[in-house]
């Protein structure tokens, strides 16, 4: 996507039009940014902690990192996904399937929301587990073709992909901040200490 090779890769010069966006007039149409750009700008806006990664390579090298960074290659990750624990095998990943053995939560998701940077999750990557039974820590790893624009949009990819059996439990991460950062609209809800190791695949 060309947004994700403009902001971690080469820097690239603005062109006229970018520089001249400013000078539109107000009764002008708002200019819609695309769906990667909102997606990642409501994502950190929401406190999550944000990879992309061109490769698997570079996902393998970025997960080290944050294992390293957070004291954790002693440390347990609750893997549930088996599929996910084969991909990862060749990382010092120390999988378990038991929740009170482990530190953080290494999954994947169903969606990653644009408009309000949240990611969409079934009983596919949580069984039926709720949120705060879940670890504090969340490792998502996700593609670029998993953006949508809206939960609706989401809930009907779900649909039909899954047309035999529609997954159960389906919920969206939102928060990813501690809760004394947290305001009154997102009372109740379970915050995630949360990172996304984003792979671009389109």
């Known amino acids: 996507m060309s947004l994700f ?18 000078d539109r007039g107000k009764y002008m149409p708002e200019i819609k940014l695309p769906i990667d750009e909102r997606f990642t700008i409501n994502f950190k806006a929401n406190g999550g902690k944000f990879l992309y990664c061109e490769d698997l390579n570079e996902i393998y090298r970025n997960l080290e990192n944050i294992i390293s960074e957070n004291n954790w290659k002693e440390k347990k ?15 010092s990943l120390n999988p378990t399937t038991k929740i009170n053995e482990s530190t953080f939560f290494l999954t994947t998701c169903e969606n990653l929301i644009a408009n309000d940077g949240s990611l969409l999750i079934s009983s596919k990557q949580i069984f039926e587990k709720k949120l705060p039974e879940l670890p504090l820590n969340f490792i998502v790893f996700a593609t670029t073709s998993q953006i949508v624009e809206n939960i609706g949009e989401g809930l009907r990819g779900i649909k039909s992909k899954n047309r035999q059996k529609i997954p159960t439990n389906i919920t969206t ?12 609209l997102s009372y109740g809800s379970s915050a995630k200490n949360l990172y996304l190791l984003l792979l671009e695949d389109l």
């Not at 090779?5 to 400013?22: A, H, N, P, Q, V």
């Not at 991460?173 to 009154?184: C, P, T, V, W």
């Open 173 to 184: 991460i939102k928060h990813f901040k501690s809760n004394d950062e947290k305001d009154f």
């Open 5 to 22: 090779r403009k902001l971690f890769g080469s820097k690239s010069e603005r062109t006229d039009d970018e520089l001249k966006s400013d």
């Open 77 to 91: 990750a609750l893997v549930i996904d088996e599929n996910l624990e084969d991909k990862f095998k060749k990382t």
